[in-house]
């Protein structure tokens, strides 16, 4: 454990408390994703169902173009201002994009005003995001103790799967309560409204934090300025991050934010049943981030990296196409769950192996960076596979969309070098 006193941010509390964010961006963006449809035909009232949806989810998507700016700004921030600090603003900025989602009027009341209000939420909220994973993982690297980096970096990730846990949980109770009609109404809203509501506990929460001793020991914190020069001089690694964060971001919204609409839209399945696959999905990504991450601190980084890549590479296609010649309820759940076992296992070693990529001194806006640029991509997902689908009639498009993050991974992983402090 880390040294006695004031420094003594390890352990399950100080987890809890940095990861706490990051439940709240999480559960946000997997509720727009959840209620996509919904949204659609709230905020962009075109004749065309399909049209709507892919309006909602590029809406959903646009807010990941801002996060390459936050990072850069924000991660900045607190890599000159300290990690509790920056995790602090992101918060505050995070909360009035949720805000603006859940009570921003729909189309018919005030026009054109409502999509415009609705994606400039999204927007901050993206830009708040940019810092959020990063400032998060650097965080949870820096208060590891030796030897254990890989399973406290993980639980940034556990976390986000707690949120698509409970907006899946909370999706399938209103759906029990209300039926279709009343939530593609208004019922949507309740989800929103239930994560306005914990806001003030998650800034009661953060406030209590400490800055971590290994910022506190920098003898020089670099102005915004000479972040961007050094980001400038870095841009390999970052790149090379951005390749390696690719994979994960592609399977994480394909296997979380998009399969209640893929069980409902392209499956015609129930509601319920995309639902309950998505919170199977979520358990198990909970339950392997953190194990994973432990396994990477025991047989290194790369080894992890390639076999995960490698069976995305030659398993996603085929495994979808198996689901979408004959849509049920257990073939649904397989290929969800195996692909989860691919996406945890790789982000178990990668989210840990990107600190390590990245120098101290511009780790915050350096992983930042790196992972808002692979969100960019990958933030798209739904929308993409959404695209593929009706543009080429096959309905396991989106298995091809992970073969190619897949390879990029794969490319990135053969690349990648740790940096030696």
């Not at 810092?131 to 940034?156: D, H, T």
């Not at 047989?299 to 085929?318: E, H, I, N, S």
Request: aromatic share 10%.
């Amino acid at each position: 454990m880390a040294t006695a006193g004031k420094h003594s941010e390890t352990g399950f509390w100080s987890v809890f408390r940095v990861s706490s964010g990051n439940f709240l961006e999480m559960y946000d963006f997997m509720v727009f994703g959840y209620y996509a449809e919904a949204i659609g035909a709230a905020f962009f009232p075109t004749g065309d169902p399909v049209t709507r949806l892919l309006l909602a989810f590029m809406t959903f998507g646009a807010g990941f173009l801002m996060r390459p700016l936050g990072a850069v700004i924000l991660g900045a921030y607190a890599d000159k201002h300290g990690r509790r600090a920056g995790l602090l603003l992101t918060l505050t900025l995070m909360a009035v994009g949720v805000v603006s989602l859940a009570l921003t009027p729909d189309y018919k009341t005030i026009g054109v005003a409502a999509p415009l209000i609705v994606l400039a939420g999204r927007l901050l909220q993206g830009f708040s995001a940019g810092m959020e994973l990063g400032g998060v993982s650097v965080y949870l690297s820096e208060i590891a103790p030796p030897g254990r980096k890989g399973f406290y970096v993980a639980w940034q990730s556990a976390s986000q799967q707690v949120a698509v846990v409970v907006a899946a949980i909370i999706g399938l109770t209103l759906n029990h309560l209300l039926g279709k009609g009343e939530m593609n109404a208004w019922g949507w809203r309740i989800p929103l409204l239930i994560g306005c509501l914990i806001v003030p506990v998650l800034f009661y929460m953060r406030r209590s934090m400490q800055e971590t001793e290994a910022f506190e020991k920098q003898a020089h914190r670099p102005e915004l300025a000479e972040v961007w020069r050094s980001l400038l001089t870095h841009t390999r690694v970052v790149g090379v991050g951005m390749m390696l964060v690719i994979m994960t971001t592609v399977s994480f919204y394909m296997i979380t934010n998009y399969t209640p609409t893929f069980g409902t839209v392209v499956l015609r399945l129930s509601p319920v049943v995309g639902f309950t696959v998505t919170l199977c999905v979520g358990l198990s990504n909970l339950i392997l981030l953190p194990v994973m991450g432990a396994v990477s601190d025991r047989v290194g980084r790369k080894p992890l990296l390639y076999a995960c890549t490698v069976l995305m590479l030659f398993t996603a296609y085929p495994a979808m196409r198996w689901l979408v010649t004959a849509p049920s309820f257990g073939a649904f759940l397989t290929v969800e769950l195996w692909l989860s076992v691919l996406y945890a296992s790789y982000n178990g070693a990668m989210v840990v192996f990107l600190t390590e990529m990245i120098p101290l001194k511009l780790r915050a806006a350096g992983f930042s960076l790196a992972y808002s640029l692979a969100t960019a991509v990958g933030g798209f997902s739904a929308a993409i596979a959404t695209a593929l689908i009706k543009n080429t009639g096959d309905k396991a498009m989106p298995g091809a969309w992970l073969s190619l993050a897949a390879v990029v991974g794969l490319v990135a992983t053969l690349m990648a070098r740790a940096h030696e402090e």
